[in-house]
Nanobody, 122 residues
Framework: QVQLVESGGGLVQPGGSLRLSCAAS????????MGWYRQAPEKQRELVAS???????NYADSVKGRFTISRDNAKNTVYLQMDSLKPEDTAEYYC????????????????WGQGTQVTVAS
């Protein structure tokens, strides 16, 4: 069993910062891509940022220059540093990862965290 557990969400004023963390645990041999998605009410889930095992990153245009994704491979953890937050960043943020459980089978399964709420309001 693999679990992704997010933390760090909350209420912040416009212009403020938050740091989200997502730790993967369980039967893990290796992790390929990790990322953050978000879903606002009545909107589709969208990719915010992703990072490969070698550190290559990808960002949604709406967060470029404000958000930074990073990961600690030794801790199986991915982070999302969010600065200069705007009300339109308000959403449920979800962690996502492609995880290989077995050293004997090269099979990656995709996992989601339970989500953490980020609210940007004055």
């Amino acid at each position: 069993q693999v679990q992704l557990v997010e933390s760090g969400g909350g209420l912040v004023q416009p212009g403020g910062s938050l740091r989200l963390s997502c730790a993967a645990s369980g039967s893990i041999f290796s992790i390929n891509s990790m990322g953050w998605y978000r879903q606002a009410p009545e909107k589709q889930r969208e990719l915010v940022a992703s990072i490969t095992s070698l550190g290559s990153t990808n960002y949604a245009d709406s967060v470029k220059g404000r958000f930074t994704i990073s990961r600690d491979n030794a801790k199986n953890t991915v982070y999302l540093q969010m600065d200069s937050l705007k009300p339109e960043d308000t959403a449920e943020y979800y962690c996502n990862a492609d995880i290989r459980a077995s050293r004997f089978r090269v099979v990656f399964n995709n996992y989601w965290g339970q989500g953490t709420q980020v609210t940007v309001a004055s």
